[in-house]
């Protein structure tokens, strides 16, 4: 399935937090509205060292 979000895991990261700061108030908000699988997105840009943090609500 083709969701458009960027393929290049740093740009994934950028793309991701902008939408988190913009837009959503949670991970989860921001995973039901753009049907994204949060589980799949976590273990995508956890091998690149970058995990979420709910408190700052962005991946760092």
């Known amino acids: 399935m083709e969701t458009g979000l960027p393929k290049d895991p740093i740009m994934l990261l950028g793309f991701i937090n902008m ?11 921001l ?7 949060r589980a799949e997105l976590e273990s995508s840009l956890k ?12 991946f760092w």
């Open 47 to 58: 091998a690149v060292g970058y995990e979420y943090s709910p408190e700052n609500n962005r």
């Open 19 to 29: 939408k988190l700061r913009d837009f959503y108030p949670s991970l989860d908000s």
């Open 31 to 37: 995973c039901e509205d753009l049907n994204i699988d």
